[in-house]
T-cell receptor
Framework: DAGVIQSPRHEVTEMGQEVTLRCKPI?????LFWYRQTMMRGLELLIY????????DSGMPEDRFSAKMPNASFSTLKIQPSEPRDSAVYFC??????????FGQGTRLTVV | GQQVMQIPQYQHVQEGEDFTTYCNSS?????IQWYKQRPGGHPVFLIQ?????EVKKQKRLTFQFGEAKKNSSLHITATQTTDVGTYFC???????????FGKGTKLSVIP
């Protein structure tokens, strides 16, 4: 398995534009997590899914953020409209039950 | 909600010195995991602790889980430049698969 795959690796966009981040979890993993990492706030859990169903989205900052998992092999995190304070590294991670979490390489988002 | 505090935030050590980072949870954990993130990289799993009072070793790294399952520590003996990075603890509450991360301890090793 190639591990957790995220795209794009880097994204630079203008304020107000829609941004879509993508994640392909490891096959067979039933949990998928989206994290945001900044210097100030560290690794924040945004949302996580179990078997494609959102379980806890209390970490999603506001209505501008939305996440979907239409099937077991794909998830998206969308920001619309984007703002400069959304600039961060966004990580997707997957795990099978209580095992270790495997992180993707991350998407570095810059909103100018 | 569950909170995981980690100290110190930064640690600078001379190569060969020891290093310890501490993790405290506001609630009892079912298990705790430790991760390492190299500069510019992504968090990579190191170990999981499940039992109260558990101690595990990986070469120069020693991991402990407190008796009350609310705190944990990572100790590195005789640091090397390859130990540079940020070390995170991540806890799960009882019956939860959610991983709550501490803010991490960034380790710098001066050769």
């Amino acid at each position: 398995d190639a591990g957790v795959i995220q795209s794009p690796r880097h994204e630079v966009t203008e304020m107000g534009q829609e941004v879509t981040l993508r994640c392909k979890p490891i096959s067979g993993h039933d949990y998928l997590f989206w994290y945001r990492q900044t210097m100030m706030r560290g690794l924040e859990l945004l949302i996580y899914f179990n078997n494609n169903v959102p379980i806890d989205d209390s970490g999603m900052p506001e209505d501008r953020f939305s996440a979907k998992m239409p099937n077991a092999s794909f998830s998206t995190l969308k920001i619309q409209p984007s703002e400069p304070r959304d600039s961060a590294v966004y990580f997707c991670a997957s795990r099978g039950g209580y095992t270790e979490a495997f992180f993707g390489q991350g998407t570095r988002l810059t909103v100018v | 909600g569950q909170q995981v505090m980690q100290i110190p935030q930064y640690q600078h050590v001379q190569e060969g010195e020891d290093f310890t980072t501490y993790c405290n949870s506001s609630t009892t954990l079912s298990n705790i995991q430790w991760y390492k993130q190299r500069p510019g990289g992504h968090p990579v799993f190191l170990i999981q602790l499940v039992k109260s009072g558990e101690v595990k070793k990986q070469k120069r790294l020693t991991f402990q889980f407190g008796e009350a399952k609310k705190n944990s520590s990572l100790h590195i003996t005789a640091t090397q430049t390859t130990d540079v990075g940020t070390y995170f603890c991540a806890g799960s509450g009882a019956g939860s698969y959610q991983l709550t991360f501490g803010k991490g301890t960034k380790l710098s090793v001066i050769p």
